[in-house]
C-alpha cells in the first residue's frame, strides 16, 4: 500500500469545499484531506490571534495526516493567520512542508479580470477588515481601486440553507446593491469567501452580464497547478492515489448532510478532535 502523503485542504466550516472541489476538477490524482472545523465556525468575526490559535492547531493537525502541503480554503484564515504561520511557525514545525492561502491568487489574477480598474469584494467581517485584498492588491495591481462590503448574514444563510428563500434572497439582493452603490464603475466582483460561490449565479443574475462574478476555486486549482510544476520537490512528495477523506470538529452527521449539500455527492467524515 502506497504511503499517504495528501494535499490538506482546511476551512474553519464548510465553504472550503467549494474550494477543494475545483482543485479536485483540476488535479484528480492527488489524493487529499479535507479539514472542516465546524464545531468552532464561523472564523469571520473572532481576533487576529484567536484565528491565528484556530488555524495553527488545524494545520498542525493536517500535518501529523501526512500533509506536506496545506491550502487554507479560507479568507479569514488566510487574511489573519497565513502569514504568521509561513514566517514563525513552519520553520520551527519542517521547513519542507507548506501552507497556502487563497488570498494572493485572487490578487494575482485581478488585474486580467477588470477592464475599468474598478473591483469590489464581498468577504466576511475579518477578511474586509484585515484589508489583506489591498495589501495584496499594492503588489500586484496598485492602480486598481477596490471597495469591500462585509456580508455577516452570508454565511449562516448558506449553511442554514436558507440562502434561496425570499428573505435570504433580500439579504444578498441589498448586500449587492450596497457594494455597487459605492462605486458606479465596478466591472468586477470577487466572491471574498469560499462560502460564497453557493451564490454566485444569483449574484450573477442581480448584477447583469456587464459585471464578471468572480469565484476564487477555479483560481486557486490553477494557481496550485502552477506551483506544482515549479517546485517539482514537492511535487514528488505528494501520493497520487485520487482519494479524499473528510475530517470535521462537529458531529460527522451533520457535516455529513451538510457537505452533501455543498458537493452534490455522499460524503462519510471522520470526528477529529484537537490535542
Known amino acids: 500500500m502506497n504511503k499517504q502523503s495528501p494535499i490538506g485542504v482546511f476551512d474553519s466550516g464548510y465553504g472550503g469545499l467549494t474550494v477543494l472541489s475545483e482543485i479536485r476538477k483540476q488535479l484528480p490524482q492527488y489524493d487529499y484531506v479535507y479539514l472542516g472545523d465546524n464545531a468552532r465556525a464561523p472564523y469571520g468575526n473572532r481576533s487576529f490571534d484567536v484565528v491565528y490559535e484556530f488555524t495553527l492547531e488545524a494545520v498542525k493537525l493536517l500535518f501529523e495526516q501526512g500533509c506536506p502541503l496545506v491550502i487554507l480554503a479560507c479568507n479569514t484564515a488566510s487574511a489573519k493567520a497565513l502569514r504568521t504561520i509561513q514566517q514563525n511557525d513552519l520553520p520551527k514545525i519542517d521547513s519542507f512542508k507548506r501552507v497556502l492561502g487563497v488570498i494572493r491568487p485572487s490578487a494575482e489574477e485581478i488585474e486580467s479580470l477588470t ?93 447583469g452580464p456587464k459585471i464578471k462574478v468572480i469565484a476564487q476555486g477555479p483560481i486557486v486549482a490553477k494557481k496550485l497547478e502552477t506551483y506544482l510544476f515549479v517546485h517539482p520537490e514537492m511535487e514528488k512528495a505528494l501520493s497520487k492515489n485520487g482519494t479524499c477523506r473528510y475530517l470535521t470538529t462537529e458531529n460527522t452527521a451533520i457535516f455529513n448532510q451538510k457537505a452533501t449539500q455543498f458537493l452534490n455527492q455522499e460524503i462519510v467524515s471522520e470526528h477529529v478532535l484537537f490535542t
Open 115 to 207: 477592464s475599468s480598474n474598478h473591483v469590489g469584494i464581498l468577504g466576511t467581517n475579518g477578511t474586509v477588515q484585515s484589508g489583506s485584498y489591498i495589501i495584496e492588491l499594492q503588489k500586484f495591481a496598485p492602480d486598481i481601486q477596490i471597495v469591500q462590503l462585509a456580508c455577516p448574514m452570508w454565511v449562516p444563510l448558506i449553511e442554514n440553507n436558507s440562502h434561496n428563500s425570499i428573505p435570504g434572497k433580500m439579504f444578498v439582493k441589498d448586500d449587492v446593491e450596497r457594494l455597487l452603490a459605492m462605486d458606479s464603475a465596478i466591472d468586477t466582483i470577487i466572491l471574498a469567501c469560499t462560502h460564497y460561490p453557493i451564490l454566485q449565479d444569483y449574484i450573477q443574475e442581480l448584477v
